[in-house]
């Protein structure tokens, strides 16, 4: 209970998490069968997957001294990036804001493509308007082109892009930014400031900005966005060249 209503205020301040939990929250509500989740952190979105699929997370052996993340029952990729997970095991291959942490993008799309079954789905965030995070480990911003290329590169079709937020939505993530440090300042002990000042007139312009940026996730999406979410599937028949 106490997960699920810090998840809501998580997503209430965190519009890139919003935005990916809106576009993720129909398609996960369906799946079945096995589920991978590729460089899965904290899982925050397994709890949108039926109870009846079967979960698997895989992450790096260093993501919780390099990421912050500790989870139980999590598969390590190997150390040359490959997948501990058979050919075609998997139904859905989900990897959220991961790919941008990934010094060989196409290798990874790769193995994602080798472990789903003919018929197989992908779904992908990445982020667009986010800082340069988890220094040094952040190598890449990609637009709907490279991932179209990347995608199809290593075989998969049907390939759909769509933008999460708008400028609208980019500016209320930039502004918040801004101000939440203001809203949430770090106590120094034996040291008085304006800091409390500063929070109880930061505060109330943080929540009105997290919710217009919320709001506006129900617009129209845009060119200038927070990231894009992507599906693809791994075509039922090997794809045959002009002979
Ligand atoms: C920004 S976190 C995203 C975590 C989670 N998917 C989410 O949406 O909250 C990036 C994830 O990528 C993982 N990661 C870092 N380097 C990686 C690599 N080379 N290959 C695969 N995953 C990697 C990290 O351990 C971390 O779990």
Redesign the pocket.
């Known amino acids: 209970m106490r997960g699920r209503a810090l998840a809501v205020v998580r997503r209430l301040f965190d519009l890139q ?1 919003a935005s ?1 939990w809106q576009d993720l929250r129909p398609a996960l509500g369906v799946v079945g069968g096995t589920l991978v ?9 397994r709890r949108l997957v039926p109870r009846d699929t079967t979960y698997i997370g ?3 052996e ?2 919780s001294e ?2 912050g ?1 500790d989870i139980a029952d999590v598969r390590r ?1 190997g150390a040359d ?1 490959s997948w501990p997970v058979d050919d075609g095991a998997a139904d859905v291959v ?11 993008p196409s290798a ?1 799309l790769a193995e994602a493509f080798r472990v789903l079954r003919p018929g197989g789905q992908l779904m992908l ?1 990445v ?1 667009f308007a986010a800082r340069w ?2 220094v040094p ?2 190598y890449w911003r990609f637009t709907p082109s490279a991932l179209t290329m990347l995608l199809e590169g290593v075989g998969f079709g049907d390939v759909f892009i769509t933008a999460r937020g708008n400028e609208r939505t980019v500016a209320c993530y930039k502004l918040l930014a801004l101000l939440l440090p203001a809203a949430m300042p770090q106590r120094e002990p034996g040291r008085t400031s304006m800091a409390p000042l500063a929070a109880l007139v930061a505060a109330p312009l943080a929540l009105a900005l997290a919710i217009a940026g919320n709001l506006s996730l129900r617009g129209s999406a845009g060119d200038d966005c927070l990231g894009y979410t992507v599906t693809a599937a791994r075509p039922t028949e090997p794809l045959v060249g002009p002979q």
Do not use: N
Not at 37 to 45: H, K, L, Q, R, W
């Open positions: 998490a990916i989740d590729a460089g899965c952190g904290a899982s925050p979105y895989l992450d790096v260093r993501a390099e990421f993340y990729f990036g989900l990897s959220t804001e991961t790919l941008e942490h990934v010094p060989d990874f965030t982020p995070h988890y480990r952040d």
